[in-house]
């Protein structure tokens, strides 16, 4: 079976545990993945760090991963959500990855930037200062100014697809209601500015490579973490749409 990568985002994590009690980055979907018989990596990097930073410890997290994999099985798929899809994109670029990668696919990966993260730099950074006292505490917080639109538009200028990788992407949108509360002031910055979006990324700005389709969820149910209680049409398990997701990437990779 192909071996599967899975790559978080900003503030994300392999997994979180108190006593007997884990929290899964990628809920249920690492478990599903296994059980199908993928030999899985399921990354750990830097939070906050640069895109750099975290491509590199990427790289790092996969070499030692694929040293566990049978000889004959060296390409893996890489699966991104948000941020990680910047990361490994620099990583196949710049860091002599891309004959170890057979399929990048994206999870609203804000591949030209966001908004909010231009709305952060100039209200909680320049106004407030928050980003010069996060540096004075010694805190990395790179990935803030690294989504941000313009750095963006120079990462692309830079950071272009590598060939014999497929790329694929995965947008998502929610209306306003159906995000959670703590979501809606991202969200609306956001709608203003790139229309459709899944409250921390918009349509326009996941599309990437061959677009797989836009997905009914916010950007955290998107990793099958639902936030919001829906009491009329629940949108239920998004791991329905992962599985036929990877399974038409892997369809077009035989």
Not at 54 to 70: H, P, T, V, W
Not at 80 to 90: I, W
Not at 236 to 248: C, N
Request: with cysteine.
């Amino acid at each position: 079976m192909l071996p599967i990568v899975l790559h978080h985002g900003l503030f994300g994590f392999a997994d979180l545990g108190l006593g007997p009690v884990r929290i899964h980055y990628f809920r249920g979907i690492d478990k599903a993945l296994a059980d199908r018989g993928h030999p899985l990596l399921v990354s750990r990097v830097h939070p906050t760090g640069s895109i750099e930073l975290r491509a590199r410890q990427l790289k790092e997290n996969i070499l030692r991963g694929l040293k566990s994999i049978d000889a004959s099985r060296k390409k893996v798929f890489i699966i991104a959500h948000s941020m990680g899809g910047l990361d490994a994109r620099y990583m196949m670029s710049k860091l002599g990855m891309d004959d170890q990668v057979a399929a990048l696919m994206t999870i609203s990966t804000p591949h030209r930037g966001s908004p909010y993260a231009d709305w952060c730099i100039e209200n909680l950074g320049k106004k407030l200062g928050g980003l010069k006292l996060m540096k004075f505490l010694g805190l990395d917080v790179e990935a803030i100014h690294d989504l941000t639109i313009e750095r963006c538009k120079r990462f692309n200028r830079i950071i272009k697809n590598v060939p014999g990788v497929q790329y694929y992407s995965i947008s998502a949108a929610r209306p306003w209601n159906r995000v959670p509360p703590f979501a809606l002031h991202p969200f609306r910055v956001i709608e203003a500015a790139e229309g459709e979006n899944d409250c921390l990324v918009s349509v326009k700005s996941a599309i990437w490579g061959e677009h797989l389709g836009t997905w009914p969820a916010d950007h955290f149910h998107v990793v099958n973490h639902r936030l919001v209680l829906e009491i009329t049409k629940p949108t239920g398990s998004i791991l329905p749409l992962w599985m036929k997701a990877i399974d038409q990437v892997i369809s077009r990779l035989a």
